[in-house]
C-alpha cells in the first residue's frame, strides 16, 4: 500500500523565517513519483514540483527548495524567508507505477501561517 | 490556455435538487479528475475518465453520477443528496501517462441544506 505522511499539522512561523516541510513516504513501487502541492484559502490547488524516484537531486526554484532523501523515504519542502504569502496548506503526494498508477494518493496536509 | 475551469464556484442545493457541477480544460490532457475535499482533509478521489472512459470509480454512492462528453468536459451530476455531501468539489485534468501532475481547478463549494 502507499501512504504519504506529513507529521506537521501546522506551523506558523514569522515572516522572514525559513520553515521546512516534512514528508515522508511509502511505497513498494521502484519507480514512483512524489509531488507538492500549495492550497492558499481560495480552495484551488497549485502543482509546485514532481520529482521521479530516480532523481534524487534537491531542487531549488527562487525561496523554495526540495530534499529528496530515497534512504529516509522523505521529501522535504523548505521555504526560505518566509512571506505572508506563502500561508497555504501544503499537500505532499505520491503516485506508482504498479499499483493504482491512475491515483494520487495525499498526506494529511500541513497548514503554514506567516504571521507578519 | 492552461487552466482548468469549474462552474458554478458555490451551490446551494435542497436534498431533492438536481444539479450538475461542471468542468473544462483545454490543454489537451485526456484524463480527467473528480475529487472531493472536506475541511482540513486532503482530496479524496472520486472518479477518473481517461480518453473519455469511466476508469475508476471510487466506490462513490450513485447520487453522484460523473459524464464526460468530449475530452475537455467533464461534468458530475447530482441527486438526492445528502448534508455530509457538503464539501469542495474539485476537478484536475493530466496528460494521463504514469507519474504527470494534475492541474486542478477552483473547485465547487457545495452546501446541501
Known amino acids: 500500500a502507499q501512504k504519504v505522511t506529513q507529521a506537521q499539522t501546522e506551523i506558523s512561523v514569522v515572516e522572514k523565517e525559513d520553515v521546512t516541510l516534512d514528508c515522508v513516504y511509502e511505497t513498494r513501487d521502484t519507480t514512483y513519483y512524489l509531488f507538492w502541492y500549495k492550497q492558499p484559502p481560495s480552495g484551488e490547488l497549485v502543482f509546485l514540483i514532481r520529482?521521479?524516484?530516480?532523481?534524487?537531486q534537491n531542487e531549488i526554484s527562487g525561496r523554495y527548495s526540495w530534499n529528496f532523501q530515497k534512504s529516509t523515504s522523505s521529501f522535504n519542502f523548505t521555504i526560505t524567508a518566509s512571506q505572508v504569502v506563502d500561508s497555504a496548506v501544503y499537500f505532499c503526494?505520491?503516485?506508482?507505477?504498479?499499483?493504482?498508477?491512475?491515483?494520487?494518493?495525499f498526506g494529511q496536509g500541513t497548514r503554514l501561517t506567516i504571521n507578519p | 490556455d492552461t487552466e482548468v475551469t469549474q462552474t458554478p464556484k458555490h451551490l446551494v442545493m435542497g436534498m431533492t435538487n438536481k444539479k450538475s457541477l461542471k468542468c473544462e480544460q483545454h490543454m489537451g490532457h485526456r484524463a480527467m479528475y473528480w475529487y472531493k475535499q472536506k475541511a482540513k482533509k486532503p482530496p479524496e478521489l472520486m472518479f477518473v475518465y481517461s480518453y473519455e472512459k469511466l476508469s475508476i470509480n471510487e466506490s462513490v454512492p450513485s447520487r453522484f453520477s460523473p459524464e464526460c462528453p468530449n475530452s475537455s468536459l467533464l461534468n458530475l451530476h447530482l441527486h438526492a443528496l445528502q448534508p455530509e455531501d457538503s464539501a469542495l468539489y474539485l476537478c484536475?485534468?493530466?496528460?494521463?501517462?504514469?507519474?504527470?501532475?494534475?492541474?486542478f481547478g477552483p473547485g465547487t463549494r457545495l452546501t446541501v441544506l
Open positions: 484536475a485534468s493530466s496528460q494521463g501517462r504514469v507519474g504527470t501532475s494534475r492541474s
Open positions: 503526494a505520491l503516485s506508482g507505477t504498479l499499483q493504482g498508477a491512475q491515483k494520487l494518493v
Open positions: 520529482r521521479n524516484s530516480f532523481d534524487e
